[in-house]
Every structure is written in C-alpha cells, then in structure tokens.
C-alpha cells in the first residue's frame, strides 16, 4: 500500500495542523499589539518567526486589528521598499471599498493601479517619481497611520526581514522610518529579524535611531515535550507511531530546532519500513539529512579563512563549557595567541555562523556543527 502524503514540512511557512504550539508566543505578542507596543523579534534563521508571525497576524484580524505583512527579504533598495510596502497596505485594505477610495485620497506621489500577475491573478501595482524618493518614503509612511485615524482603527505592521534596511541607503531611511513611527498612535510596528547581531546594532546601538524603540523579543525553541506530541500526532495522521527512543534520540540530535526537526521527521516518515520508526532509523536519517545538506555547508566553509575554520573547528569540537581561548584549545587548533582566536570568532559573528551570548561562543547552525565535527575535524591536518 502507497504511504499516505508525508505529515512534515520544512522551508516555507508552516500553517494549520503543521504548526506546532508558540501559545505563550502568541499571547504575549497579542497583547504587545493591542497594547500598541513595538517588537523586535529575533532568532536565528528558520525558528518559526515568519509562521509565527502570520498566525499571530489572524489572531489580531480577528481582534480588529488590521494586518499588514511586508517580506523585505528581497528588497534592496529604498525604491522597492517604498513599493512593496505601499503594495502590502493596498491588499491589506482592498477588502474593503470604502478603504480603497480613501487609501488613493491618502496618496498624492504614489498612485496605485490593479494589474494582473502572470498566473491571471489580480495584483496591485505602485508608481512613483523615482527622483522623488525621499517624499514618496515619507507618503507611504504615513499613509497607513493616516488611515487608521480616519477610521479610528488600529493596526498592526510587520517587517520582515526587517535587518534588510541596512542595505538602503543606510542611516538616512532609518531615521526617517524612526521619526516618522515615533508619531503613529494607531499601529503596533514588529520588526522580525534573523541576523541577530545585524538586529542587535540596530536596536541596542545608542548612536542609531531606532535605539531601544521597541521591546525586544528572542524567539526561543519549542520545548521538547510540546515538539514530541506534535510528531506523534503528526505521525499518527499519517497512521505511524514513533518510538519514544527515537524521538529523544532525534530531538537530542536537533536540539528542537523547529527546522531541523521537522526535515528529520520528514526523512523518517520516508525512510521508515513498516509503520513504526524505530531508534536505528535516525542515525540513517541524520546521515541523509547531512549529505543533503552538505552542498551547502561546503559552500559556507569555501568562503571562510583558515583561521575561521580552525576557530570553527575549535567549537564544534569542545565542550560547551571549556573556552576556546586556553592554552590547549589554542594549540590544539593551530593558534598562537588568544587574539587570533578571538578575531576569528569575532568575523564569524559578523557572519552570522556563531553566537556570543554573556561571553561564550557557540555555532549557531546544529547540523553545520554535526557536518564540521564529522566531516571537517577528522580528516584536517592536525598542526
Ligand atoms: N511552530 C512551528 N511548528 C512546527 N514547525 C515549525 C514551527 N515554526 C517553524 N517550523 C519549521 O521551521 C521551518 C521554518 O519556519 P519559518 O517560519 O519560515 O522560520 P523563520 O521565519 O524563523 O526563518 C518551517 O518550514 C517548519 O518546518
Ligand atoms: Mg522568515
């Protein structure tokens, strides 16, 4: 008999019966908007902001508050910010006739036509005079606000990916974008970012605007035991049944990563003969999951100096509770000085693979830390 569709999913956005719990998260964040109290929500990449978020978005539609969602992943420039965010109020309020009329009475620089996109389907397009930027971003800052006080409504927008703005027109845009959401009475801003020191130097960095304008919110993992009834559950609609060995054994090799532990599932459900997993099918599922990966990794790791890979090396392979700067750690990995080391895990904090939290490092991916400790360490060159 052909299996059923698999329960698991990774990568996109996770909805409905594939998102797992976050009710403390959602409680939390939904008063923070009805309290109009700006967030900064942080994590590392594919922790469950952006489906937590659009969760969090229904809830506060159902409240009436009105919901805008802006991705600003893939803008880099001040002109595509102005259009997409202009684009996400115009479908957020095309719901509503009335709120169409005013949101073009709203506009004088920007002007908004519907188009269709490629698939037939009908889509908002924006103008504006490119070498009026500075007005138009002023215009469509203010616009939504405006709305909502017409209508005395309240609103809630998130920008995602939001550590993006620093690729347009750096200090400028955000000061503007500060001032002008300093004045707003009607909408809760949530700034959602995955690079966390980016997020860290825009929000906790005196010289920069948006200095303490928000509270700040670390996503943290979902606990073991709601994640372990999820899976079952989830194996269970798939009429599976899981054994409790191999789920701790697959959630201590994930350490929860929503991400990771989702894939592995994914992998098992494949993988597994019969209906059960058992514990032995999970060293074979990491393995498939690591060579799946490893493309990846191995492009990450091209681009690094030989001291950041032996700085890499170094914590993928102590514990978590020795420091890197000993002496043996030093020698063990080729460093003469503390202070190499310590440039080196500085660069790879810039980069976004290691975390220093209250002085001690860690990398921040599991599986790039599971690939380095079996891939890398054991046939590197020992000095
Ligand atoms: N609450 C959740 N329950 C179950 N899986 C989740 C949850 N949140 C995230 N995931 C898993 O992580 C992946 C990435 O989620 P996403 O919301 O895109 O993260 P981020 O926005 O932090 O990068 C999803 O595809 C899913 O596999
Ligand atoms: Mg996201």
Redesign the pocket.
């Known amino acids: 008999m052909a299996k059923a569709k698999n329960p698991?999913?990774?990568?996109?956005?996770?909805t409905g019966e594939?998102?797992?719990?976050?009710q403390k998260e959602l409680k939390e964040l939904l008063s923070d908007i009805k309290a109009r109290q700006h967030v900064i929500l942080f994590?590392?990449?594919?922790?469950?902001?952006?489906?937590?978020v659009w969760r969090l978005l229904a809830e506060a539609d159902k409240n009436g508050i009105i919901p805008v969602y802006v991705d600003l992943y893939p803008a880099s420039s001040l002109a595509e910010f102005i259009e997409m965010y202009a684009k996400a109020i115009a479908e957020s309020l095309s719901g509503y006739e009335k709120a169409m009329k005013l949101l073009k009475g709203l506009f004088s620089r920007l002007y908004l036509s519907m188009g269709v996109d490629g698939m037939g389907n009908p889509q908002w397009n924006v103008g504006f005079d490119r070498s009026r930027e500075t007005e138009s971003l002023d215009e469509v800052l203010m616009t939504f606000e405006a709305y909502l006080k017409k209508t005395k409504k309240a609103g809630v927008v998130v920008f995602?990916e939001f550590q993006q703005i620093t690729e347009m027109n750096g200090k400028k845009m955000e000061a503007r974008l500060r001032s002008a959401i300093q004045t707003h009475e009607h909408v809760s801003y949530l700034f959602?970012g995955?690079r966390k020191h980016l997020m860290q130097d825009i929000f906790s960095n005196p010289n920069r605007p948006f200095y303490r304008s928000g509270k700040i919110f670390p996503?943290g993992k979902?606990s073991s035991d709601d994640f372990s009834s999820?899976i079952r559950v989830r194996f269970g609609s798939a009429k599976m049944a899981i054994s409790d060995k191999a789920l701790n054994a697959m959630l201590e090799a994930t350490e929860t990563h929503?991400?990771y532990?989702?894939?592995l599932c994914h992998i098992l459900y494949d993988i597994a003969e019969g209906s059960r997993v058992r514990e032995d099918d999970v060293p074979k599922a990491l393995d498939l999951l690591i060579t799946r990966e490893a493309t990846a990794y191995m492009n990450t790791w091209d681009l690094l100096t030989l001291r950041q890979r032996q700085a890499l090396m170094c914590l993928a392979e102590i514990k978590p509770s020795e420091s890197p700067f000993r002496l043996e750690a030093l020698q063990r990995f080729g460093m003469s000085q503390p202070a190499v080391m310590m440039r080196a895990l500085n660069s790879l904090v810039e980069k976004d693979l290691v975390d220093k939290e209250n002085g001690t490092y860690e990398i921040i991916d599991v599986f790039f830390k599971r690939w380095v400790r079996t891939y890398i360490s054991q046939t590197w060159p020992r000095p």
Do not use: W
């Open positions: 698991f999913s990774y990568g996109g956005r996770v594939a998102f797992c719990d976050r994590s590392q990449r594919r922790f469950g902001k952006t489906s937590l995602d959602v995955s996503l979902i999820f929503p991400y532990t989702q894939y």
